[in-house]
């Protein structure tokens, strides 16, 4: 009997120690290509951020995103939803993270995840918290600036840890984690803050996942926003040569996988403008170019959803954004499949 017992434990301990080295993920810059689990890896991912729906609909629309052919999705985390309150966390309802990626884990997507600090003018103060805003002496946004940087650090320090065991490697779904935010459309061009975030990204979340950077499509763009250390990508809409798209990023990285982190079905509304469209002929026609050449692609959103209260951002000049998200994304606003 006890040496049955110590079979059937001996038979249990191999399987979980399989299941945890099951997973792996990485970058193989020899073959130009991501690795799941040891086979080349193309991911054909949508945004879909989590505050922008009420989370009785989150299944839905990951769901739809699922049946939609994807195989992964991109997210961001907008800092100012989570600490509403200088030093007081909430992930709570709408705002559990662990729980949104966990839900879209169960369904099969792996996850690209977008956790600023800052996260894109068309979100109000581009993700911010508001309190930042109340000593304006000292502060300097996005650089190296020590106000800026220990609420930075705090923050990155609560979140951070919570994301650790979702990643990949460490048998949950997170792929790959951004370091800051198309940067180099940023004036300061600050290369010290973002080695600085990069080195805070590693210190909580171990050597153990490939951290990346995305910008604009241009050498400027690239000069700033690249991070050594963290892999270089681009954004793209439609009608772009494809070819000559991708030079800019075979510049600051010449080997591995080709990526659009951000390949737009639609485009964001301005107040007083029409409601944004785009050809769906046109964006068929440049996707399945990149598909049909191995690109890993983003669509920039899948699923856009609402700015609630007064969360809308707005685009250089200041001009404000609707409550409506909806980007002319392959699923509407309402949830509706287009
Ligand atoms: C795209 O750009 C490449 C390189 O400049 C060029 O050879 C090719 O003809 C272009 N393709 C189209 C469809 O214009």
């Not at 301005?270 to 996707?287: M, P, R």
Request: negative net charge; proline residues 4%.
């Amino acid at each position: 009997m006890y040496q049955q017992l110590c079979a059937l434990l001996i038979i249990i301990l191999c399987i979980c120690g399989q299941c945890q080295s099951e997973q792996s993920f990485g970058i193989d810059f020899d073959r130009n290509t991501f690795v799941k689990d040891g086979k080349p890896f193309q991911y054909i991912s949508g945004s879909i951020h989590m505050y922008r729906m009420p989370r009785e609909y989150w299944n839905d629309r990951l769901e739809k995103m699922w049946a939609a052919g994807l195989n992964a999705i991109q997210t961001y985390v907008f800092w100012d939803q989570h600490e509403l309150v200088e030093g007081v966390y909430n992930f709570d309802d709408t705002n559990d993270l662990v729980a949104f990626l966990q839900l879209a884990q169960k369904i099969g997507f792996v996850i690209i995840l977008r956790v600023g600090p800052y996260i894109c003018g068309e979100h109000e103060f581009g993700g911010f918290p508001w309190w930042l805003l109340r000593d304006l002496t000292d502060i300097q946004f996005r650089r190296m600036n020590s106000v800026y940087l220990n609420a930075v650090t705090r923050w990155m320090s609560v979140l951070l840890p919570k994301i650790r065991p979702l990643l990949y490697n460490n048998g949950g779904p997170v792929i790959t984690v951004q370091v800051e935010n198309e940067y180099g459309s940023y004036k300061a061009c600050d290369h010290d803050y973002t080695s600085y975030l990069r080195d805070i990204f590693r210190q909580n979340l171990g050597d153990n996942v490939a951290l990346f950077t995305t910008d604009c499509n241009g050498p400027h763009y690239l000069e700033c926003g690249t991070t050594k250390g963290a892999y270089s990508t681009v954004n793209f809409g439609i009608k772009t040569n494809i070819t000559e798209a991708f030079r800019y990023q075979r510049m600051y990285a010449p080997h591995g996988p080709l990526v659009n982190s951000e390949f737009y079905p639609g485009w964001l509304d301005l107040w007083g403008n029409n409601h944004a469209k785009v050809s769906t002929s046109d964006i068929i026609e440049t996707l399945d170019e990149m598909l049909s050449t191995g690109v890993n692609v983003n669509i920039y959103m899948f699923f856009g959803g609402t700015n609630f209260g007064f969360t809308s951002g707005a685009d250089p000049d200041y001009q404000p954004q609707p409550t409506s998200y909806d980007y002319d994304a392959p699923i509407s606003e309402a949830g509706d499949i287009t």
